[in-house]
């Protein structure tokens, strides 16, 4: 027999479908009550459900399951870091079968999926995989989903996850500490960066609005409330101004300076006109670790200028902010402390398996104020311990998963130092790259940060071209990697610096080695000898 079948089933379906067939005449009515309880019983006594697994198969699937992923994660540098499959070809992989009518063995249906998902995805987890910002996942992590999907306590409310809540509570404090602001703020973990950026975006915005908000809504009867950020800012900003009513054009977007970082006295000469032609400014947001090119704002400068202008200081720190934990770093993150919210992203730098954002408060009532609630068919409020948290009051979501294991787990199995030594890895391999970048004759090398370095290519020679050499340079490198990204042996991503297209390393991979770096070098020059060659005979 295989895994997943039960013997048992088939006394279940003989019964079943004595009692379809009664439903269908219906002849249901016209049996004695007695029948039809006997029925009943029959059908759901010592009720085996189809999803269920006997405890036997559970063992012998789960470990083969192991054994599997064990396989993968210890060959993940042999395969290609992605197979650059069109759309089309995974779908013929796939197939297209309609959805199944009757069950499968557990154990065929993990033999298949797990060579689906091994052999046709992009593996983040591969040494020479530097692209966009996903880290390697760790080990710990996806032991630690798979433990929590077993408890699957719902982290919405206490009394429905009295330890996971707990544990989360105390995750939050940890990442406090890890980065160095007070421990007394508070939390809540998140999907990612978007809605941890969302989510204090909204408690800003409770916290510095006129009291009458959340019955009347966005009025402005106070003036237009409006936001500053420098134009490094990702995406989610346009985003949130979007979705929470503001438009577009509240954002303010300040201009940086040669070294990339916000201009503050244009962020404050812009702040002081708002103010004079009656608008309402109410945030200001820096970047630790802008999403390009790992650039670090002056923070304590922007922090001085809230608290002198009463306005919220948030900091978006999704990627950058765990390099506060470095202590020749520290300095760089000055003005953390002042900040009234902070982004991280635990599926980042801390090398979470996705997903894992979180944000932190200063003054967590601010969070309570924006997302509580007190619906009449909840009964969370009967505990009158202060230590009492429902994190459904601290922000969007009701029902919660447990993610904030993964990351309490792996700060314990390597604890503060373990993430000193890898982030400070991280981060050399970066300079690394971009001091070889800076010897070779046909690599440009243009940015280095944190562990993002942008470089570009540039053909022997080429400087001495005259004419269209900007155009002609961003082509290249744009088509290099589109070369790089389907050809498998590396995979990176881009940014623009200056009006330059560039190749973009951004290393939060723990697997990653100085041999791993030396060969991106030979394979960038290798593709980029290629592609211009390419574009000289087209
Ligand atoms: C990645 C990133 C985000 C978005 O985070 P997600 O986890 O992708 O939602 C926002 N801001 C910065 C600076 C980032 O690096």
């Given at each position: 027999?295989e895994?997943?079948?039960?013997?048992?089933?088939?006394g279940?379906?003989?019964?079943?479908?004595?009692?379809?067939?009664?439903?269908q005449g219906?002849?249901?009515?016209?049996?004695?009550l007695?029948?039809?309880k006997e029925?009943?019983?029959n059908?759901t006594?010592?009720?085996k459900s189809?999803?269920?697994?006997t405890?036997?198969?559970?063992k012998?699937v789960?470990?083969?399951?192991?054994?599997a992923i064990s396989?993968?994660?210890?060959?993940?540098?042999?395969?290609p870091v992605?197979?650059?499959?069109?759309?089309?070809?995974?779908?013929s992989v796939?197939?297209n079968?309609?959805?199944?009518?009757?069950g499968?063995?557990v154990?065929?249906?993990?033999?298949?999926t797990?060579?689906?998902?091994?052999?046709?995805?992009?593996?983040?987890?591969?040494?020479?995989?530097l692209g966009?910002i996903?880290?390697?996942?760790?080990?710990?992590g996806?032991?630690?989903?798979l433990?929590a999907a077993?408890?699957?306590?719902?982290?919405?409310?206490?009394?429905?996850?009295?330890i996971?809540?707990a544990?989360?509570?105390?995750?939050?404090?940890?990442?406090?500490?890890?980065i160095g602001?007070?421990?007394t703020?508070?939390?809540?973990?998140v999907s990612g960066?978007n809605m941890?950026?969302?989510t204090?975006f909204?408690a800003a915005?409770t916290?510095?609005?006129?009291?009458n908000?959340?019955?009347?809504?966005?009025?402005?009867?106070?003036?237009e409330?409006?936001f500053?950020c420098?134009?490094?800012?990702h995406?989610?900003?346009e985003?949130?101004?979007?979705?929470?009513?503001h438009?577009?054009?509240?954002i303010?977007?300040i201009?940086?300076?040669a070294?990339n970082?916000?201009?503050i006295d244009?962020l404050?000469?812009t702040i002081?006109?708002d103010v004079?032609?009656?608008?309402?400014p109410?945030?200001v947001?820096?970047?630790?670790g802008?999403?390009?090119?790992?650039?670090?704002?002056?923070?304590?400068a922007?922090a001085?200028?809230?608290?002198?202008?009463d306005?919220?200081?948030?900091i978006?720190?999704?990627?950058?902010?765990?390099?506060?934990v470095?202590?020749?770093?520290k300095?760089?993150?000055?003005?953390?402390?002042?900040a009234d919210?902070?982004a991280?992203?635990?599926h980042?730098?801390?090398?979470?398996p996705?997903?894992?954002?979180?944000?932190l408060?200063?003054?967590?009532?601010h969070?309570?104020?924006?997302?509580?609630?007190?619906?009449v068919?909840?009964?969370?409020?009967n505990?009158?311990?202060?230590l009492?948290v429902n994190?459904?009051?601290?922000?969007?979501?009701?029902?919660?998963?447990?993610r904030?294991?993964?990351?309490?787990?792996a700060?314990?199995?390597?604890?503060?130092?373990?993430?000193?030594e890898?982030?400070?890895?991280?981060i050399?391999l970066s300079?690394?790259?971009?001091?070889e970048?800076?010897?070779h004759?046909?690599?440009e090398?243009?940015?280095?940060?944190?562990?993002?370095?942008t470089?570009?290519?540039?053909?022997?020679?080429f400087t001495?071209?005259?004419n269209?050499?900007?155009?002609?340079?961003?082509t290249?490198?744009q088509?290099l990697l589109?070369?790089?990204?389907?050809g498998?042996?590396?995979?990176?991503s881009?940014?623009?610096v200056?009006?330059?297209?560039?190749?973009?390393?951004?290393?939060?991979n723990?697997?990653t080695?100085?041999?791993?770096i030396l060969e991106?070098?030979?394979?960038?020059?290798?593709a980029?000898?290629?592609?211009?060659?390419?574009?000289?005979s087209?």
């Amino acid at each position: 027999m295989e895994p997943g079948l039960q013997p048992r089933r088939q006394g279940v379906n003989v019964v079943r479908h004595a009692f379809a067939i009664l439903l269908q005449g219906n002849l249901l009515e016209k049996l004695p009550l007695s029948n039809l309880k006997e029925i009943i019983i029959n059908m759901t006594n010592n009720r085996k459900s189809p999803i269920e697994i006997t405890n036997e198969d559970f063992k012998k699937v789960g470990y083969q399951l192991i054994d599997a992923i064990s396989h993968f994660i210890d060959t993940i540098h042999e395969r290609p870091v992605t197979t650059g499959e069109s759309p089309k070809q995974i779908q013929s992989v796939l197939g297209n079968a309609s959805l199944p009518q009757h069950g499968t063995s557990v154990s065929e249906l993990f033999s298949r999926t797990s060579d689906l998902l091994f052999n046709h995805s992009l593996l983040n987890g591969h040494p020479k995989f530097l692209g966009y910002i996903t880290s390697s996942p760790t080990p710990i992590g996806a032991l630690a989903d798979l433990l929590a999907a077993a408890v699957n306590p719902n982290v919405g409310a206490n009394i429905l996850s009295p330890i996971a809540t707990a544990i989360e509570k105390q995750t939050v404090r940890w990442l406090a500490e890890f980065i160095g602001v007070s421990p007394t703020c508070g939390g809540i973990f998140v999907s990612g960066g978007n809605m941890a950026n969302f989510t204090a975006f909204l408690a800003a915005r409770t916290a510095k609005a006129p009291k009458n908000l959340k019955e009347d809504g966005l009025r402005n009867d106070h003036g237009e409330m409006v936001f500053y950020c420098s134009k490094a800012t990702h995406t989610w900003i346009e985003k949130a101004a979007v979705l929470f009513g503001h438009g577009t054009k509240a954002i303010r977007w300040i201009p940086t300076d040669a070294d990339n970082k916000m201009n503050i006295d244009i962020l404050s000469q812009t702040i002081n006109d708002d103010v004079k032609i009656g608008k309402m400014p109410f945030l200001v947001i820096g970047n630790a670790g802008d999403i390009s090119t790992g650039v670090v704002d002056n923070l304590s400068a922007i922090a001085a200028i809230c608290k002198a202008k009463d306005l919220w200081f948030h900091i978006d720190g999704a990627y950058g902010i765990p390099a506060a934990v470095i202590p020749e770093y520290k300095d760089l993150f000055d003005g953390i402390r002042e900040a009234d919210s902070i982004a991280l992203d635990p599926h980042k730098w801390l090398y979470a398996p996705l997903e894992a954002g979180c944000i932190l408060v200063k003054n967590p009532q601010h969070l309570i104020d924006t997302y509580s609630s007190h619906p009449v068919y909840y009964n969370f409020g009967n505990q009158d311990d202060e230590l009492t948290v429902n994190y459904l009051e601290y922000g969007f979501q009701n029902s919660r998963g447990f993610r904030a294991l993964k990351v309490w787990m792996a700060l314990q199995q390597v604890g503060r130092d373990g993430y000193i030594e890898m982030i400070g890895e991280d981060i050399s391999l970066s300079q690394l790259l971009f001091e070889e970048a800076k010897k070779h004759p046909e690599l440009e090398e243009i940015t280095q940060n944190l562990s993002i370095t942008t470089l570009r290519y540039i053909p022997l020679g080429f400087t001495q071209i005259e004419n269209n050499n900007k155009t002609y340079l961003n082509t290249l490198n744009q088509k290099l990697l589109n070369e790089l990204q389907q050809g498998g042996e590396v995979f990176l991503s881009n940014a623009f610096v200056a009006d330059k297209y560039c190749l973009r390393c951004c290393i939060v991979n723990f697997r990653t080695s100085s041999k791993d770096i030396l060969e991106i070098v030979d394979i960038i020059v290798r593709a980029g000898r290629k592609v211009h060659k390419m574009l000289q005979s087209e």
